[in-house]
């Protein structure tokens, strides 16, 4: 096994055990038992366990991200509209346990390691930069996409609890109702 197929097991592995269970509950030992990776070359790739938590945010951050840009890319017609019919499938997805990032934040706390808090900052940045791109241009963009990313995080709050669309149908229905009310002061 070469270091890439390492790397892609331990954090596979890592990316299971951290989401199913937490990020404080699962330790290394149990990481290289999952993945069949011996110790001494898990240590080589992730020298601590905040390392290899980074690397599997940031792992994590480019694919539901990148899955995200997609739906919003094929439904030019009604971008936000598309964020919160992706959300409605994730929510309903089989294991859904809520935000990955937040649920690491919530872990580990704002004195946490900052090579883990980094990559939570970064993702909810690039979450609120996709959200005003799915938005038109104009003077209340940034507070829209600010009041969309409260929604998407309510909604995922919420579906943590109850996995299933319902959460996602019901912020939709406010985003709606938002985006009627700007559209009303700016037009």
Known sequence: MDDEEARTR???AAEA????EGIQAVGMDRIRAESGVPLKRLYKLFPAK????AGYLERRDRRWTGSLRAAVAAAPADPVGAVFDWLAAWFSEPGFRGCAFLNAYGELGA???AAVLEPVRRHKAEL???LAETLPPGPDRGEL???LLILVEG???VAALAPGPAPARRAAATAAALLRAADGRTG
């Open 145 to 147: 996409a600010e009041q």
């Open 50 to 53: 905040e390392a290899l938590v």
């Open 10 to 12: 331990l954090l596979d």
């Open 17 to 20: 055990l951290f989401y199913a």
């Open 111 to 113: 004195g946490g390691p």
């Open 155 to 157: 909604a995922t709050a």
């Open 128 to 130: 609120r930069t996709l």
